[in-house]
């Protein structure tokens, strides 16, 4: 058996290139300013999802649910958001 270290390096590149793509993506998403004293929490406080039709294109897509529901508020309440104090 064989290492092939080139073929590792390039699969590694692929790697980088993707998340660099998809990090491209969701800066160029939000919309707010990158102020930690001017964010809306209320509208982002989302987990996000991106996904990419790879390898051929380049587009990434970004698909978001919001935090603020569970899938049983008898189990578990939810945590309100605060005032940032800085």
């Known amino acids: 058996m064989s290492?092939?270290?080139?073929?590792?390096?390039t699969l590694e590149?692929?790697?980088?290139?993707?998340?660099?793509?998809?990090?491209?993506t969701a800066v160029a998403a939000c919309k707010e300013l990158m102020v930690p004293?001017?964010?809306?929490?209320g509208s982002w406080a989302?987990?996000?999802l991106i996904c990419s039709t790879i390898p051929r294109h380049l587009r990434s897509t970004i698909k978001c649910r919001c935090i603020y529901?569970?899938?049983?508020?008898n189990?578990?309440?939810?945590?309100?958001?605060?005032?940032?104090?800085?």
């Not at 290492?3 to 390096?9: A, K, L, R």
């Not at 590149?13 to 491209?24: D, E, K």
């Not at 939810?78 to 800085?86: A, E, G, H, I, N």
């Open 3 to 9: 290492w092939n270290s080139d073929f590792i390096e």
């Open 13 to 24: 590149l692929r790697n980088l290139f993707h998340g660099a793509v998809q990090s491209i």
């Open 37 to 41: 004293t001017l964010h809306d929490d």
């Open 46 to 48: 989302k987990h996000a």
């Open 69 to 73: 529901k569970t899938l049983d508020e």
């Open 75 to 86: 189990e578990r309440q939810l945590v309100p958001l605060f005032k940032r104090v800085y």
